[in-house]
């Protein structure tokens, strides 16, 4: 069984990009990354840099920030030494623009590009197999990945003569040119209901999907795909979709390689190049969808989103034959734009529930009691207010004690802050890990994308680690006394707790 320590950096890691599959779409959904923007793997105490005692010393990380022709912001980074690039391309287009009663059709859109591209002037349309096959013949690596803030694309290809062209067009066609075929779609549609089918008979399933709704009972947040919703996706309202959202005005685009200056400016033209300027509620004509299939005009695209409202504290208990209990707990708490708060925060995390087999929620609950074998907390700062969470499972007939526990040392963590020990400890350990954040090209795409999509000055990484070191004990008993009350908590067990003479 994974336990939860390992599903919580599977989780927090931004740097883990995956292709999202029809098969996958309503897990994609219910339980999304949860990207802790700057945050490092965290390692385990004994890797930690343990002799560190202040910020480490590394020359400053040459981002520049340039602008397409189409007004896309680009951050740039020369990365020499191997005949490759890596572009990412991310998109105001996640699920929390999905239209009410269409839940999944971002993520379904995200999984449908790249499926086929449609014949446009002299460019001949390409199936399915032949796009894959292309991407092959010029050894192309791409993604998509779709979350709530953002649909994510990246690619990586070889700046070599024989191939740079040819991936240039070809990523610049998949971006503007998807087919949308009605066979893939009606495909992917069954597979997407089939894996949500399958997916809502696993406890954490259920658990995310229930603490996202009750922390977010009246936001796009905390909605998730259903059978009804993804039988309601047709090809009329993909291309809407594409039409509306995946245009210039709301892309930021990053790219790190072995490339100059203006040879990433005029890549990121020529992949762009294709986007239509068509108006925004442009459609393609439905094509055999069905008497009842919902019509594109008739769907109410938000221009703005709600904000952010308070979420509704108190338990939630969920029947499920498993033999441990899932323990989620959760708030809205802090979006991207709070800045001042978000070291503090990220400090905080760490000595509570971040830090491995050093943090206060596993020393209590397993180490002292043995209620688990792992527990973790994460925040998830997003475009509008993120949550801060908390995950375990254990024993049924212990589940009512380990949530006191839990309950009880989050409470007096908030009250108190933290000793001056786990304070330094932390801060060493972040600091001390911080390095593996940036130790490849690949990396220092996503956290440059990272930086673009959510507006972070562009000396972020730079002042990282001196940011840290500044924390003080003071700073994180305000930002946690101001921000998370335990009182207001949404709580999620699925399979209830029993007793031992059950």
């Known amino acids: 069984m994974v336990g939860y320590r390992a599903l919580a950096r599977g989780l927090i890691s931004g740097s883990l990009l995956c292709v999202v599959h029809a098969a996958a779409l309503a897990q994609a959904e219910v339980t999304p990354a949860l990207e802790v923007v700057g945050q490092p793997d965290e390692p385990r105490g004994d890797q930690a840099a343990a002799k560190l005692t202040k910020p480490p010393v590394s020359p400053s990380i040459d981002i520049r920030r340039l602008y397409s022709s189409q007004g896309i912001e680009l951050l740039y980074l020369h990365a020499p030494g191997l005949p490759m690039v890596d572009l990412a391309i991310d998109i105001d287009a996640g699920s929390r623009w999905d239209p009410m009663g269409h839940e999944g059709l971002a993520a379904f859109t995200g999984d449908l590009v790249g499926k086929g591209l449609a014949q446009r002037d002299d460019r001949p349309a390409m199936s399915e197999q032949q796009v894959r096959e292309a991407f092959a013949k010029l050894a192309i690596q791409r993604s998509v990945s779709v979350d709530r803030d953002r649909t994510s694309l990246r690619f990586r290809f070889l700046t070599t003569p024989e ?29 997407s209901i089939a894996g949500l089918q399958e997916s809502l008979t696993r406890p954490q399933t259920l658990a995310t999907r229930s ?17 009804a919703s993804l039988g309601s996706l047709t090809r009329a309202l993909v291309h809407a979709f594409h039409s509306r959202f995946w245009r210039p005005e709301r892309m930021t685009a990053t790219i790190v390689g072995d490339v100059s200056e203006a040879e990433a400016l005029s890549l990121l033209n020529s992949v762009t190049a294709l986007i239509g300027r068509a108006p925004a509620d442009a459609t393609a004509p ?66 509570l529930g971040g830090g491995g087999f050093t943090a206060r929620l596993t020393t209590e609950v397993r180490e002292k009691r043995g209620l688990s074998y792992s527990v973790f907390s994460a925040f998830q700062p997003l475009a509008q207010t993120g949550p801060f969470l908390i995950g375990l499972q254990t024993q049924r007939e212990r589940a009512n004690e380990a949530l006191a526990v839990v309950q009880a040392t989050l409470k007096e963590f908030v009250e108190k802050g933290p000793s001056p020990e786990e304070l330094e400890a932390a801060k060493k350990n972040l600091m001390g890990g911080f390095a593996l954040r940036l130790d490849s090209n690949r990396k220092l795409l996503d956290n440059l994308a990272q930086i673009g999509f959510y507006r972070l000055p562009l000396d972020y990484l730079d002042r990282w680690s001196a940011r840290v070191e500044a924390v003080n004990a003071e700073e994180i008993q305000d930002v946690l006394r101001r921000r998370l009350s335990p009182s207001s908590l949404s709580i999620v067990v699925v399979g209830e707790p029993t007793t031992k003479s059950q």
């Open 286 to 351: 439905a094509k055999a969808e069905g008497a009842g299939a919902a019509s594109s005009q008739a769907v109410q695209w938000l221009d703005l989103l709600p904000s952010v409202g308070p979420g509704q504290p108190g338990q939630k208990t969920i029947a499920h034959p498993a033999k441990q209990s899932h323990i989620w707990l959760g708030a809205p708490m802090m979006s991207r734009r709070d800045r001042d708060d978000y070291f503090p925060m990220l400090v905080a995390n760490h000595i």
């Open 211 to 227: 603490l996202w709704a009750a922390m977010y009972p009246d936001h796009p947040y905390g909605r998730a795909s259903t059978e």
């Open 163 to 191: 191939t740079y062209g040819a991936s240039r067009d070809l990523i610049a066609r998949m971006i503007a040119e998807p087919s949308f075929s009605p066979e893939v779609l009606s495909r992917d549609r069954g597979l």
